[in-house]
């Protein structure tokens, strides 16, 4: 069984500091575009960040670019997210995903998906 498991989630203040953690079972994560997707109160998902499947390429829409970094750790079998200079804004349900390249991630179009982890940014 493909499966994704989001952690690290948790209630920050503004202007703090939070690594997110997807750990993967039933298959090896290096093989695969990693996305990660966030969905805050009363909007759709929004996929903003993504790590290429072979040679780590990364992509950042902007307003986390500078502020968030994706990373991976093939022989953990996991993909991070550290994420800096939170802001309310950031809140919401933060998922992390698979496809097979970071064109099809970004467009949501992902075969793996987790459960989500909660990140709330209070000011």
């Known amino acids: 069984q493909l499966r994704l498991v989001e952690s690290g989630g948790a209630l920050m203040w503004l202007g703090g500091s939070l690594r997110l953690t997807c750990a993967a079972s039933?298959?090896?994560?290096?093989?695969?575009?990693i996305s990660w997707v966030r969905q805050a109160p009363g909007k759709e998902r929004e996929g903003f960040s993504c790590?290429?499947?072979?040679?780590?390429?990364?992509v950042y829409i902007a307003s986390v670019k500078g502020r968030f970094t994706i990373s991976r750790d093939n022989a953990k079998n996991m993909v991070f997210l550290q994420m800096t200079s939170l802001t309310p804004e950031d809140t919401g349900v933060y998922f992390c995903?698979?496809?097979?390249?970071?064109?099809?991630?970004?467009?949501?179009?992902?075969?793996?998906w987790g459960q989500g982890t909660q990140v709330t940014v209070s000011s």
């Open positions: 995903a698979a496809a097979p390249d970071c064109t099809t991630a970004m467009a949501g179009e992902n075969d793996v």
């Open positions: 039933g298959f090896h994560l290096g093989n695969y575009a």
């Open positions: 790590i290429s499947e072979h040679d780590d390429v990364t």
